[in-house]
């Protein structure tokens, strides 16, 4: 039987210091730069470097990038790791303008303010002046050119915000092709009665309808339109019921009862 090679414990111990010192090695250079990094991290979180140094605003169409940064409430004394996202979101969105807002912290020190506005759906005419519309029903300051605006429904009678609100909404709903064919819209009003507004539309037709069904409705219209005798503009109801009188008709009605 041959005898196995046996390494004697001597020979072997210069090799096992030398993993050992290896080991520990590794584990020393672990440990610094663990320590290391967190002394890094505690210098850059009191330091001039964690502050906000730039804001960036994009979307903004209608309100000013210098609005959404003040009301954000970040200024360049704010720490960014003390940022809370939802809450300042949520002070952005105070703002009538403002549908959306989403931030976002981008080291070192930059943060990115992304809004999405409220579009603008009329122009509500008051004491010769005409105030954009936004589709949440938020009036705008007067526009300083004051020329008769042509991109959008213009609003007569409208002096209470429920009405307005209820109308800029159903503007919102529809087509901007739609949109352009409203010349303007009056609120009449009239107590007791459904039928208190009145559409004056740019292929010559008439629309009656109610603020409480407007938004609802008026989606109903180019189908409408599209049904009508050519060339034979009238009134198409579109409150309660749904129905087309000609004009020749109304005209008539008109004649005979002048008549009597």
């Known amino acids: 039987m041959d005898k196995k090679k046996v390494v004697a414990l001597e020979d072997r111990l210069p ?7 290896r080991k520990a090695n590794r584990r020393f250079a672990f440990y610094a730069s663990l320590f290391f990094f967190l002394i890094l991290i505690v210098v850059y979180f009191q330091s001039p470097l964690s502050r906000v140094h730039s804001i960036a605003v994009e979307g903004e169409q209608i309100v000013s ?16 790791w003390d940022i809370r996202k939802k809450a300042v979101a949520q002070n952005i969105e105070k703002l009538p303008t403002v549908r959306t807002a989403v931030i976002e912290k981008e080291f070192p020190n930059q943060v990115k303010i992304t809004i999405t506005e409220y579009t603008r759906k009329a122009y509500l005419q008051k004491d010769g002046n005409f105030y954009p519309i936004l589709q949440n029903g938020a009036v705008l300051s007067k526009l300083q050119s004051g020329k008769l605006p042509v991109d959008a429904p213009v609003l007569f009678g409208f002096s209470k915000s429920g009405p307005l609100k209820k109308v800029a909404e159903g ?6 092709q739609m949109a352009h064919n409203i010349s303007d819209i009056h609120y009449i009003g009239k107590s007791g009665s ?7 539309m740019n292929d010559g037709n008439k629309v009656i309808a109610s603020t409480q069904t407007f938004a609802q409705n008026i989606k109903l219209y180019p189908e409408i339109a599209a049904n009508l005798p050519k060339g034979k503009p009238g009134t198409i109801h579109l409150s309660v019921g749904t129905y087309f009188i000609p ?13 009597k």
């Not at 990038?65 to 004394?77: A, E, F, L, W, Y």
């Not at 503007?171 to 901007?176: D, E």
């Not at 459904?194 to 004056?200: F, G, T």
């Open 15 to 21: 090799q096992l210091k030398k993993e050992r010192k």
């Open 65 to 80: 990038s210098d609005k959404v940064i003040k009301v954000s409430r970040i200024t360049n004394k704010t720490h960014i």
């Open 171 to 176: 503007l919102s709903k529809i087509s901007r």
């Open 194 to 200: 459904a039928d208190d507004l009145v559409l004056y």
């Open 247 to 259: 004009n020749d008709t109304e005209q008539g009605a008109t004649q005979n009862a002048s008549k």
